[in-house]
Each structure stands twice: as structure tokens, then as C-alpha cells.
């Protein structure tokens, strides 16, 4: 059956694709079978993440990026981890027009993932559905996340370019971004460059690239206007720049080697945190330990290097 179920979706069947995703975030087992038969199918994809603050424009970058890459042919997936994203149809009502004009293309599939209520790690389900999408043959995949969480700093490493976008108007702008999301920008994008105070983001953002990172890649800061477009086709030539000198040659392939790991271990700690928990749930053991806890006859760290020692036969 996911023999099945993976053949359709493989020759471009929409519906089963979204019956898969629904049975991915229902953490069905079936799920992961129908993963394994797409797996060989994967890692043609170009994927992008979009990340900033709440509000920065990051669904109108994408969706006028959606707009530049159909224009070129290519078929787009989008993958919107984000509860208020316009791309959930969750609070932002008002951005309807501009996603309906994405929303009947068949050359673009737009998922989201609400931060909560999935099972297993956000990151890794962020990583099945791009490859899902990666399958399916859409070549160019952007990932929208809200810079916030550790997650989504994850989530934005695994991409091949990673677009940090600042805006003007928010006091003392570099600071008001995570450090951690600073980091992974393989390129900047400012947008609202319609706003005063977007040359100062700008420059800002210039001397801390050139005091910054070390390596050949220096992060560029390009200017953005999403709701007309302007920029938009220049922040694509960045982001293409970028793929190209970071994913030939060896560093591509320490890149490619360091995202397998990452992807490997996600699964890893997801799956072995549910069979400790089963584990210690299902032969009473967790109940006695938290008794002991409890009353303080043990400490938690002794606990858990008892509780390791049996679930690992040592
Ligand atoms: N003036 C101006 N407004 C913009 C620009 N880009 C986006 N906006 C507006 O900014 C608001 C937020 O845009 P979104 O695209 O929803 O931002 P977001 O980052 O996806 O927001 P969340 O998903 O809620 O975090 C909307 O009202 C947009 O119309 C821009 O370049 N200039
Ligand atoms: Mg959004």
C-alpha cells in the first residue's frame, strides 16, 4: 500500500502527496514506509529558507518569489512553518488575495506546519515534507520559519541558502534578531527598503558582514520591496550565487555530509526519545523513579544513568 501510495504521488498526484503529509503529522507508521520509497527519488531540489521576525514580509518575499520562479518555469513548493503564516490561512486573513493568486497554480504546492500539535520533532517534519516535495519534482522549495526557536534555527541550517530578512523601524535594528539566526544568513535580504530607515539597516548590516565571518563567502545585503517586487529578482541571483560556491567542490561536500548527519541524528533522538519513554512507561519503572524522586531518596541524575544503563543492556 505505500508502494502504492508512494507511485502516485511519484507521477504527481496531489492528493495523495497531501494524504501523506496528513499522515506524517499524525505520525501514522504507514507514513514512514511511503518516506523510504521516495527517499531515492530526493535531492534535486534547490531549498531556500526564509526566516525573520514576526511581521518582516517573509510570506510576501516568498510568495513574490514564487511569482519571479514560474515566470522562469520552475515548479515551486513551499513549506510555511509558521501558525500566523498567510500560507496556513490561519490569522492573517488579509494576505488571501495574494496567496489565492498561488493557490490555484498547479506549478506550486504550499504546505504549512503549525508549531504545535504534530508529533516528533518540528525540524523533522519539516525535513519529510521538503523531501516529499523534492520527490514530487519541484525543483525550487522555500522554507518560511519565524526566526525564533532553536527549531527553526535548525531548520534554516538544513537549507542550501539561508535569507535572513531585516526590516526598518524597529529602534536598533541588527540587535533586535537573534544571534543564532545571524549566523546561518548566507544572505540578507532588507525589505520594506520602502521605508525610511532601511539605509541604516544597511549599512549596519554591511560592516557587521565585513567584520563578521570568516571563509570565502561574504553574506550580501540586498534590498527588498515584496509587495512590488523590487529587489526580488536580485535577492534570487544572490541566492543562486550563493548555491553555487557553497555546494561545489569540497565544501559542498562537507555541507552535504553535515546535513546527513543532522537529518540522521533528528530521527535518531526523535525515535529513541519515544522508546525511552515507552520503555520506562510500559514496565513501571518511570512511576518508580519518579517516587524515589519525589521523596528524595534518589537524585534525577543518578535515575537517569540507571535507567540508561538498563535500557542499553549495560
Ligand atoms: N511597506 C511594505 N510593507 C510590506 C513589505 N513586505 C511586506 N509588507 C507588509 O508587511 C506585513 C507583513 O507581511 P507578511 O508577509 O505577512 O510578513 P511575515 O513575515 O510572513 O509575517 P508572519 O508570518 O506573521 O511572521 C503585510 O501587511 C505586508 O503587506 C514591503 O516591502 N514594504
Ligand atoms: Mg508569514
Not at 500500500?1 to 508512494?6: K, Y
Not at 540587535?175 to 539597516?201: H, M, S, Y
Not at 526523535?270 to 519503572?285: F, P, Q
Request: net charge negative; proline share 3%.
Amino acid at each position: 500500500l505505500s508502494g502504492d501510495l508512494a507511485d502516485r504521488i511519484l507521477g504527481g498526484d496531489l492528493r495523495a502527496a497531501a494524504r501523506l503529509m496528513r499522515d506524517l503529522d499524525d505520525g501514522a507508521p504507514a507514513a514512514v514506509e511511503t518516506l523510504k520509497r521516495l527517499y531515492p527519488h530526493t535531492g534535486k531540489a534547490q531549498v531556500v529558507g526564509v526566516t525573520g521576525n514576526p511581521g518582516a514580509g517573509k510570506s510576501t518575499l516568498v510568495s513574490a518569489l514564487i511569482r519571479l520562479l514560474r515566470g522562469r518555469g520552475e515548479r515551486v513548493g513551499v513549506v510555511a512553518v509558521d501558525p500566523t503564516s498567510p500560507f496556513s490561512g490561519g490569522a492573517i486573513l488579509g494576505d488571501r488575495v495574494r496567496m489565492q493568486e498561488h493557490a490555484t497554480d498547479p506549478g506550486v504546492f504550499i504546505r504549512s506546519l503549525a508549531t504545535r500539535g504534530h508529533l516528533g520533532g518540528l525540524s523533522r517534519s519539516t525535513s519529510d515534507v521538503v523531501s516529499v516535495l523534492d520527490a514530487m519534482g519541484y525543483g525550487k522549495i522555500l522554507v518560511e520559519t519565524v526566526g525564533v526557536g532553536q527549531d527553526e534555527v535548525e531548520i534554516a541550517r538544513s537549507a542550501h541558502t539561508t535569507v535572513v530578512i531585516m526590516v526598518p523601524g524597529l529602534g536598533d535594528e541588527v540587535q533586535t534578531i537573534k544571534a543564532g539566526l545571524l549566523e546561518v544568513a548566507d544572505v540578507f535580504a532588507v525589505n520594506k527598503a520602502d521605508r525610511p530607515g532601511a539605509d541604516r539597516v544597511v549599512s549596519d548590516l554591511e560592516m557587521l558582514v565585513h567584520g563578521g565571518r570568516v571563509g570565502s563567502w561574504s553574506v550580501p545585503v540586498v534590498r527588498t520591496v515584496a509587495v512590488s517586487g523590487e529587489g526580488v529578482e536580485a535577492l534570487w541571483k544572490e541566492i543562486e550565487r550563493h548555491l553555487a560556491a557553497a555546494e561545489s567542490g569540497e565544501g559542498g561536500e562537507v555541507r552535504r555530509r553535515h546535513r546527513a548527519e543532522q537529518r540522521l541524528l533528528e530521527i535518531l533522538r526523535d525515535e529513541l526519545g519515544a522508546l525511552v519513554d515507552a520503555s520506562l512507561r510500559s514496565t513501571g519503572r518511570l512511576a518508580e523513579m519518579a517516587a524515589a524522586l519525589a521523596d528524595r531518596r534518589s537524585d534525577p541524575y543518578t535515575l537517569a544513568e540507571q535507567a540508561m544503563r538498563t535500557l542499553l543492556g549495560g
